[in-house]
């Protein structure tokens, strides 16, 4: 009996003992938590009596009437939570405050209370266009991009024109920034808003922004034809996991130069045969991950091409060491694969008997979608023998 009582506290203590290694940070804009979405601020740790609520209180923050001020709670270091949309506060008037935050482990909701201590003058602020078209604004998502600040109309709303632009069809997605800033920004639903160029050609666009109402709006008026050759490039990063947020910068650096650029020439595909471009990596050394990316279209991300429905592609690097990646894009599918074979290994080819599923889309080694094929095929971005 004493040896199991002794199991029994040493079971409680090491539970108890975990719990007490669990650290929780508040993470979000700047205006609440003194750094923008820092997840290791240790200013912004959350205190606990119990091990299962955690609070944190910030005091003489200077808060506006109508702005939805963002956060998350971060757990370790690394586990964002909630794990969809950031949690929002908003107040509803001007003035200096002091913010509670609450956490509780067994609902794993964090909230936030404010209580207003005095007044406060909020200044007119400085509203700037920042998208994913350089093609049209200039830089990719750059909201210090002055060339994008907006006027101020005489009804009080915001007004951003570009004149004579040539686009190519696609979607082009933008967000309204205040004040040079993400600490905020609008789009549509807390989301990205979105313009569709329907076709090729010269347009003039006008964004708009109500800065009461927090309604954007953009419009886009063809006024000339225009035919654009295309060039093609990857684009992605390295990942620990498909869940995990954020990309492993030297890895990613390794195999695509730099992360997530649809500018970076060094990862303009060669076109080939019946529209198949291709793009190869040689010799590099990865660790167990996976490889993420789409293919964006003239350097710009207002066309971008990925899996079915537009998707990222992932494929998963189960073994660390050097490899030659190969990345092959379908110009008339718009579809998108990915091989990777480790460097030494005479070949990647399983057999589909034991491997493959044939529920899941095929392609041959042109990267082009194929049914009922036989021979080499390529499938979850790895080779299979069809027989």
Request: proline share 2%; hydrophobic share 35%.
């Amino acid at each position: 009996m004493k040896k199991i009582f002794t199991l029994l506290m040493m079971t409680l203590l090491t539970t108890v003992g975990a719990w007490a290694d669990d650290t929780y940070v508040v993470a979000g804009v700047t205006p609440l938590c003194g750094s923008f979405w820092d997840g290791s601020d240790a200013a912004n740790q959350m205190t606990t009596t119990d091990n299962v609520n955690y609070k944190l209180v910030k005091e003489g923050l200077t808060l506006e009437k109508g702005t939805n001020y963002e956060f998350k709670v971060v757990k370790n270091g690394n586990v964002w939570i909630p794990d969809g949309g950031n949690v929002i506060l908003t107040v509803e008037e001007n003035g200096i405050y002091t913010v509670t935050f609450s956490y509780s482990t067994e609902t794993q909701t964090p909230s936030a209370t404010a209580v207003k201590t005095g007044d406060a003058v909020i200044a007119e602020k400085t509203w700037t266009v920042a998208g994913s078209s350089a093609t049209l604004l200039g830089t990719e998502w750059d909201p210090t991009n002055t060339d994008n600040d907006m006027t101020k109309q005489n009804d009080g709303s915001y007004k951003l024109e570009k004149k004579a632009v040539t686009l190519a069809q696609g979607v082009i997605s933008y967000k309204v920034c205040a004040n040079h800033s993400w600490d905020e920004s609008y789009g549509v639903s807390g989301n990205d808003a979105s313009l569709t160029i329907e076709e090729d050609g010269v347009y003039d666009v006008v964004f708009t922004f109500n800065s009461e109402t927090k309604a954007v709006n953009a419009e886009a008026t063809k006024t000339g034809g225009a035919e654009i050759e295309k060039t093609y490039t990857v684009a992605g990063g390295i990942k620990e996991t498909r869940e995990t947020d954020g990309n492993l910068a030297d890895e990613s650096v390794a195999l695509f130069t730099s992360t997530w650029s649809a500018t970076e020439t060094a990862n303009d595909m060669t076109e080939g045969e019946s529209g198949i471009y291709t793009l190869k990596k040689e010799g590099v050394e990865l660790p167990v991950c996976v490889i993420e990316c789409k293919v964006v279209v003239n350097h710009d991300w207002a066309e971008n091409y990925g899996a079915e429905g537009g998707a990222n592609v992932f494929y998963d690097i189960r073994e660390a060491g050097k490899y030659d990646v190969e990345f092959t894009f379908n110009a008339e599918t718009k579809e998108l694969t990915v091989t990777a074979t480790k460097v030494g290994e005479v070949t990647g080819i399983s057999s589909l008997n034991t491997a493959a599923d044939g529920n899941q889309p095929m392609y041959n080694l042109a990267g082009q979608r194929v049914r009922n094929a036989k021979g080499i095929v390529i499938q979850n971005g790895k080779k299979y023998i069809v027989k």
